[in-house]
């Protein structure tokens, strides 16, 4: 790589993705001179290509300036420019700036994790020769460099890579040449996704060019296919009226025929006579995303209640002032917060502007969708962009485009939605709040998507809605502490009552006798609870919060529990390939006939998950239909539909599931919803165990009674039936819980008092990585006035993945630092310093802001 000859006219900041040693927690970017050449394109929010070492790495400029830095090293060039216009507008990269800054994470990840898989640079571009169509225009005018390039791609009929041009060619600043020569008409350049993917297309109809409605020789060729083939003239009448009704937007194949009322056969005459020409076009989002009805909703004459029209009021009046402002909506399950949001969505979309809804889970997206299509449709044929990991690679690009490009002005999707590109956004609405899988921890930036979407919303001057039956402690105290603006709901609609929720105690002596005699999941009040609306033809939702079959497998003469090589976990038995599978890495092994410690052939399986309680059930009732829903039966694409749709029908009887079953969604056929446990979440060590708790025990009873007609009962098994949240959940009474557990919190300093920043080592050597997590707590005390450190101390899942892990855990107090400026300085400089004098290549540092979990 050439270094700039003289001196640059103009410096860019570049974000990159870049380990900590690069980043230094946040900071803006690396400097690049920018080429006199790249100038033009070289825009604040385009990709670009730069050198970093020995390679080159894609970037997005996120400043550019005519002052040169004060940096002694030599400022090498931009390689290219990747886009001919910005993919990020400046409001975008403010938002995502504040993210790098508080996240601890660099500019570029987060920028990266905001571009579809389509504008990554794993995507293979390719450039194709337009040799029809170029309108009389002359290659031979063309600068020699620009010539040059032509004549290469000209021998590639097919089209040809611009990775293998470039290498060819040798051409500098390869992109600026491509996109001048696909303005002046001479190429095409096509982004094929990564793994094949595509955008999602359709075939598109019109009249020949020669043949124009009106026309003296359209009227000629229409007499004459009137009068020898009258289906071929109705496909030219069909066409005709079309254009007359919706000029920009033609038929596709499939429509046409049916208007016509014409065959493939006929269609393909008519095109061989060349009256028409066919085209593809991106397909719109409601035609990727059209969805069955689920509900049953009587939409053609839904009111809103009184609590409903308050929130849409107060909401409505926030939106009209233009200026920021959060609300949280506690409203009792089934109160109608969605119909709040569909109020919602209605007016920004009827301004012309944009919304955002964010939904915890992605079986919540499919009923949630068909609600809002057939609601807005009352109004208008609304697009929706819907956006989440399950979706082809294709789809997800197709969607973003749509949105960027504001063809859509609806996105729906799950937690990484919170970065779609929706122009005009005026409204955020975050679903279900409360939920953990908001926070992303697996891979950087670990952010946390509802509190992302109130910052973008604040930044923005717009507004954001945080809706749940159980709010977040956090956001339940912000909106007393003022932050948000709390609404209110604590009716049901449709005058439905909460049902009836009893606690079934595990340790009477009749349920341990039942249950040692059998060893089933369900006991005798909960199997006769089920029969019951099995013969009322009602529906019935079960509980359990594990998957598999068994959660351990144990030898009687050692006690040795069968582990997973590769973390600290017992191994999960899976029936159905009769199999140990670890639930955190994925390592599988066949089930073992003796004991690996000691040979013993006298062992057995311990916990129940839902692939056991589902046989539990098969047995007990053989004529039910049951459909199960956790990770296992949801792998494959649609399969949340396919269930879903099964129960919503009435062909299943029994919906069987994991947290999944928890959320948000709405049968009004369910009358019965049984918790085979309780006590799964009470019992893991996290000081959130008694929130997640509650929040989870009130979630699913909410499925139950949501009809006037139709009233619910529910039945929570458990060993701990005096514990305080499952019986604060029994009573519906969320502001006793959360004054309890306020009490606790403060006490400990534990959120919202504090925000916990986990500082994570990880390793293949374990003396290795505690010998570096004990190195970095030295160049950081355990306690000042504004936090303390907690550890260095191995987790309560030591190994993971392969990798060991000590945690350092840091209680940043709010009061003594409310915006965390001083502990990200804190950490920061620790991390600088440990980075110069004990960073090694085989231990990994992590920084997780906000964590949810620290086992």
Not at 137 to 152: C, I, Q
Not at 534 to 560: A, H, M, P, W
Not at 703 to 727: F, M
Not at 752 to 769: K, V
Request: net charge positive.
């Amino acid at each position: 790589m050439l270094f700039s000859e003289s001196q640059p006219s103009v410096y860019a900041t570049v974000a990159l993705s870049l380990p900590f040693k690069f980043h230094s927690g946040g900071t803006d970017g690396l400097t690049y001179s920018v080429p006199d050449e790249l100038t033009d394109r070289a825009k604040v929010g385009s990709r670009v290509l730069v050198p970093i070492g020995k390679r080159e790495k894609t970037g997005v400029i996120v400043s550019l300036t005519k002052e040169a830095p004060a940096i002694k090293t030599k400022i090498r060039p931009i390689s290219d420019v990747f886009d001919p216009a910005p993919v990020f507008d400046e409001d975008f990269l403010k938002w995502t700036k504040w993210l790098a800054m508080y996240y601890l994470t660099s500019w570029g990840d987060v920028l990266a994790a905001a571009l579809p898989e389509g504008l990554k640079p794993e995507s293979k571009a390719r450039v194709i020769a337009i040799v029809s169509g170029r309108n009389g225009k002359d290659a031979s005018d063309l600068a020699v460099r620009r010539k040059a390039l032509l004549d290469e791609i000209d021998k590639h009929t097919d089209g040809i890579s611009i990775d293998r041009l470039a290498k060819i060619t040798n051409t500098k600043n390869l992109y600026d040449t491509l996109h001048a020569l696909e303005e002046l008409g001479f190429v095409k350049i096509e982004r094929p996704l990564s793994r094949s993917a595509t955008t999602k297309k359709e075939t598109i109809v019109q009249l020949a060019e020669n043949l124009s409605a009106g026309s003296e020789e359209f009227s000629n060729v229409l007499n004459t296919l009137e009068k020898q083939a009258p289906r071929q003239a109705n496909i030219l009448l069909a066409i005709v009226q079309q254009e007359q009704m919706e000029p920009d937007n033609p038929l596709t194949v499939p429509l046409l025929l049916k208007k016509a009322g014409a065959s493939q056969a006929t269609f393909k005459a008519v095109r061989e006579k060349g009256y028409v020409v066919t085209s593809s076009r991106e397909k719109t989002m409601s035609e990727i995303h059209s969805l069955p009805q689920t509900g049953d909703d009587d939409i053609s004459n839904i009111k809103l209640t009184l609590e409903q029209h308050i929130a849409v009021s107060k909401i409505s009046g926030a939106l009209d002032t233009g200026k920021a402002k959060s609300f949280l909506l506690h409203g009792v399950t089934g109160s109608g917060k969605t119909e709040v949001y569909i109020s919602l969505v209605k007016k920004v979309l009827a301004e012309g502007s944009g919304a955002l809804i964010l939904v915890p889970e992605i079986a919540l997206t499919p009923q949630l969708i068909d609600r809002f299509k057939r609601r807005l449709s009352l109004a208008k044929d609304t697009d929706i962009a819907v956006l989440h990991s399950r979706m082809s690679i294709g789809e997800r690009y197709s969607a973003w485009r749509s949105l960027s490009l504001g063809r859509t002005k609806l996105a729906i999707g799950a937690r990484s939605a919170v970065f779609a590109p929706v122009r005009d956004l005026k409204l955020i609405i975050v679903d279900e709040e409360h939920e953990a899988t908001y926070k992303q921890f697996d891979k950087s930036p670990r952010y946390h998507a509802r509190d992302a979407a109130v910052a973008r919303a604040a930044m923005l001057n717009t507004v954001a809605v945080l809706g749940s039956a159980t709010p977040s402690i956090e956001s339940y105290y912000n909106a007393r502490e003022g932050k948000y603006e709390l609404i209110r709901m604590t009716e049901r609609a449709k005058r439905a009552s909460l049902p009836e929720i009893k606690i079934v105690d595990l340790r009477t002596a009749e349920n341990r006798r039942d249950f040692a005699k059998a060893r089933i999941a369900l006991t005798p009040e909960l199997r006769d609870a089920i029969q019951k609306r099995l013969d009322k033809k009602e529906g019935i939702v079960l509980f359990q919060n594990r998957r598999g079959y068994s959660t351990y497998l144990e030898c009687i003469t050692c006690g040795n529990a069968e582990m997973c090589p590769n973390c600290s976990v017992t191994m999960t038995y899976h029936r159905l390939r009769d199999q140990l599978r670890c639930h955190y890495c994925g390592y599988v092994t066949p089930i073992r006939k003796t004991c690996s410690t000691c040979g013993s052939d006298k062992l057995r399986f311990g916990g129940t998950g839902t692939q056991r309680v589902e046989e539990d059930i098969a047995k007990a009732f053989p004529e039910a239909k049951i459909v199960r829903m956790d990770l296992d039966t949801t792998a494959r694409k649609g399969s949340y539909k396919k269930i879903l749709s099964e129960f919503a029908s009435g062909e299943a009887d029994i919906l069987l599931g994991t947290q999944m079953v928890a959320k948000g969604l709405d049968f009004p056929r369910v009358t019965l919803v049984g918790v085979i446990s309780a006590d799964t979440s009470l019992n893991i060590p996290d000081f959130r165990s008694s929130e997640r708790t509650f929040q989870l025990l009130t979630q699913v009873s909410g499925r139950a009674g949501r009809s006037l007609e139709l009233a619910g009962e529910v039945l929570i098994q458990t060993l701990q039936p005096s514990n305080a949240a499952i019986e604060m959940a029994v009573a519906h009474d969320y502001e006793a819980f959360f004054n309890a557990e306020m009490k606790d919190r403060e006490a400990l300093l534990y959120p919202p008092f504090s925000r916990l920043i986990l500082i994570e080592f990880r390793g293949l050597h374990e003396a290795a990585t505690k010998d570096r997590a004990e190195k970095f707590a030295t160049l950081f005390p355990a306690q000042a006035s504004f936090y303390q450190r907690l550890g260095p101390a191995p987790p309560a899942i030591a190994k993971l993945r392969g990798e060991f892990r000590w945690h350092i855990l840091i209680k940043d107090f709010k009061k003594q630092d409310p915006n965390g400026e001083k502990i990200r300085r804190q950490i920061t400089g620790a991390l600088d310093e440990y980075q110069k004098r004990f960073a090694s290549p085989h231990v990994k540092v992590i920084v997780d802001v906000d964590v949810q979990g620290v086992g």
